[in-house]
Nanobody, 125 residues
Framework: QVQLVESGGGLVQPGGSLRLSCVLSGGTLRTYAMGWFRQAPGKARQFVTAISRAGATYYGDFVKGRFAISRDDAKNTVHLRMNNLDPDDTAIYYC???????????????????WGQGTQVTVSS
């Protein structure tokens, strides 16, 4: 029933920016915590950012102010704005919905119930 579809990935030069979007259908986005994870070839899935139902935000240590998550509940959409991209940011980016209300574990992938199929981000000159 619930489906997530990511968009906005592509090829960008180092130092450039992208904005990813994730649209939820079959449910109401405001009832979920939302997260972004990424996975590069040969590496484990990595937490990028999350936003709770109340709007609290959390970021992985590597972000260092470069990324921002936001939610537009009226449009059932979550965005990930990424600035000053580096080749190390190259990965497939996935959005996820779920989380127990008030959970302190939104950085853990097992806190989420629904996942999108991902969008490829490639940072290269």
């Amino acid at each position: 029933q619930v489906q997530l579809v990511e968009s906005g990935g592509g090829l960008v030069q180092p130092g450039g920016s992208l904005r990813l979007s994730c649209v939820l259908s079959g449910g109401t986005l405001r009832t979920y915590a939302m997260g972004w994870f990424r996975q590069a070839p040969g590496k484990a899935r990595q937490f990028v950012t999350a936003i709770s139902r109340a709007g609290a935000t959390y970021y992985g240590d590597f972000v260092k102010g470069r990324f921002a998550i936001s939610r537009d509940d009226a449009k059932n959409t979550v965005h990930l704005r990424m600035n000053n991209l580096d080749p190390d940011d190259t990965a497939i980016y996935y959005c996820a919905a779920g989380g127990v209300s008030g959970s302190p574990y939104l950085h853990r992938s097992d806190e989420y119930d629904f996942w999108g199929q991902g969008t490829q981000v490639t940072v290269s000159s």
